[in-house]
Structures are given as structure tokens and as C-alpha cells.
């Protein structure tokens, strides 16, 4: 039982101090506060404390398999646990992708086994992502895949794309697009514009990623298809989905964190922690970005967390991996600097952090009566540096390491079991 908690649930307008009693892996009572007995249970002191309906990922890297000493499903789903979140889709530009049912059944065994927070699996769309040929969708759905992505590369063929939004309609998954057209992005290293030209690095334009999105906006409209477009970059991004949006084109987007509290001036000093696909881009950019999850054209919140070793970070900037880890930072960095200040209210915030359950077919978190009990107790006055007391993904490379943030989740309970406690929250413990 969560005793004397504030029960914070935006999807139904739940806001006040309660006892959460959990049973059965459900959430049982919303009780007065302080007015719950339950015999034999653990009793949680919250007071002081938020709860919310834990987070959801769909946009997670977990390396497995072939790149095991960046990420695995074991230290990838504890990172998760420690930001808040009840559910991760694992991305499919694995080492080698996963393009058959016999990968999809591996990774789903290996979860079963290590993952310590639900986690689902996309496979491609295109075999071995080379954009050409398409995997079998439909064996790959009944082999347990929740999507279909090549994320990390564009699919560049409009031919393709189209067969692939045809064969959806028999799979019936979503297919989530990482937008980029190469032939614009070059060799591009982070955002074309002032910055980079004063730092002398090759730029990566914003319509390298709008114009693709157009595309498939518009391939999704004729073909009456669904797609979900990955970590929108640009304002000229916005644009096109808001007016594909208002022709009726089903198309759900997400932004990351690092895309709605950092621009391009970040990159100055070329630490390629800075370094992601797309790249930061202006400020312009980035409060266009803040106004859709505003408004509610940005559907998800989703973290890209993409580990990396020292080694593709500690090159000079140019030669670099692309990719930051987040499922970490993601209510703390988007507390700090955009609830704190008053630039998005904390409803918000909370709800984009777990509709990406919604995007992909899942059920969304909620704190109503007899819900799957997932649930994130945060406190909004904890006060921590980002790294200081090491991190429980495998690798380093966050772009936020060493901020000092507001707002921190102390326990993650997925399914009525705690899947995460600070250490120092357990001598807490009632």
C-alpha cells in the first residue's frame, strides 16, 4: 500500500492525497488518506510524495543482440525501472536485425527471463534494413512482434514504403518511420545553420526530415494506412504533420526529451554526447516542438535511449556515434526545465510520458480502480545530479550527465511488484 499519497492520474482528472492499496497486481481501493488498513502487506510512507501512472517507452535501443556490451535487455529494462517506466519497445537495428520470427521469439524469451519492466519487440520492415525487400509481417506478428521499424534508417524507396503500408493492412501492427531523406542529410553531423557553420561542421538540413515525412504522410493517406513518426526534429516537421493530422491521416509522432530542452548551442563545445539522429536543431525549432506537445499534436513523449561505449563517444566529434541515453533523465530533465519554469504544466508532462502504450496498441497506464497496478512515486522536491551516483544502464553517454535536476522518481511498481527503489528511499519504508 502507497499510504498518503497524491494520486496524480491526468487521463482522469484524479488529483488528491489517498491510500493506493494494491492487490493482486491491480490497484484495489483509492482510499482517504490515511484511512486504508491492510493486514500482512508492505506499507509505503508517501507522504509528500506524487504518484502517477508509470511511463511508457516505444522507442528504446536495447542492443541485443550483437552489441551486449552497450545495452541488454537486463541493464536497458533496469534503467527503465529507475526513470519511472512500466513498458519498453525494443528497437529492431540489432547486430544482426531482427527480420525473423526466430529472433522475435529469442529476444521475447530473453525478456521473460532478464527484463525487469514488460518489454516488446519491433522487427523490421525490410530485411537486413536494406530497404529493398520486405520481411514477412505477418509471421513476424504471430511470432509475438508489437511493430514494425527500421529504425535508424530511413526507408528511402517510396515503392517500398507503399507495398509495406499495403501488407500493414493484413498484419494490422504499426510501423514506426525514423525520417530522413540521405541524399539531403549527406554527411551531415549535426543541424545546418549558424552554429554549424561557425564550428565549420557539415549540416544536416530540417527538410531532410519534413520532406520524408510528407511523403509518407501522404503515402499513409493513400493507402488509408497508420504510421508513427519517430523523434520529430523541426518545426517544418510539425507543420506537415498537423496539416496531414486535419486531412485525416492517422499518424501519431513523438519528440525526446533532449529535443524539447536543448538546441544546436548546445554543441559548441563538440561533446559528442551531444551528438544524436536528427541532431538538435535551432530554438526555433525546439519551441515548436514544445508547442506541440502543448497543443497535443506531439501524441508521446519517447526517449530514443541509445547506449554507446566510451569508445564511439570519445572520438573527436565528427567521428562519433550517434545516440544519448534518457530512460534515466526523462521526468527529471522535462520537470526541470520545462514544468518548473511553467513552459508545459505538469499534466501534461506526465500523460505524454506514457501515451506511447496507446501509439502501439497497448493499454495506458492508469491509476483507476482495478487497473494493472504501475505506478511511479516521484518526488517533485528531490534534488540530484544526473550521473553522480553512477547509472543503471550499462553505458554513459548522457547528454544530461552531471545536471543538476529537480523531480525524481524513488519507486517504479509494474504489475503490483516494486520494480525499482533509491536505495536511499528504502530506509523509508514504513
Sequence with gaps: MLKNARAFDPRTGLDGSHDIVIRDGKIAELASAGSAEVDGAEVIDADGLIAVPAFFDPHVHLR????????????????????GYCGIIGMANTDPPIDTPAAIE????????DSTVPAGFVATVTRGMRGSELTDMAELRDAGAVGFSDDGLPIQSARVMRRALQYQALAGLQIALHEEDPELSGKGVMHEGGVAALLGMAGVPSVSESTMIARDCALAAYENARIHVQHLSASESVEVVEAAKARGVEVTCEATPHHLTLSDEAVRPLDARFKMNPPLRSEDDRQALIAAVRSGLIDTIATDHAPHTLEDKEVPFEEAAMGVTGLETAFSVLYTDLVVPGILDLPTVVERLSAGA???????PSLAQDAEANVALIDLEAEWEAG??????????????GRKLKGRS??????????????AFAMGVA
Design 106 to 113: 529469442s529476444l521475447r524469451e530473453r525478456a521473460q527471463a
Design 388 to 401: 553522480a551516483e553512477g547509472w543503471e544502464s550499462r553505458s554513459e553517454n548522457s547528454c544530461f550527465a
Design 410 to 423: 524513488l519507486m517504479t511498481i509494474v504489475a503490483g511488484q516494486v520494480a525499482f527503489r533509491q536505495r
Design 358 to 364: 496507446l501509439a502501439f496498441g497497448f493499454e495506458t
Design 64 to 83: 541485443t543482440p550483437g552489441r551486449e556490451d552497450k545495452e541488454d535487455i537486463e541493464t536497458g529494462s533496469r534503467a527503465a525501472a529507475a526513470g
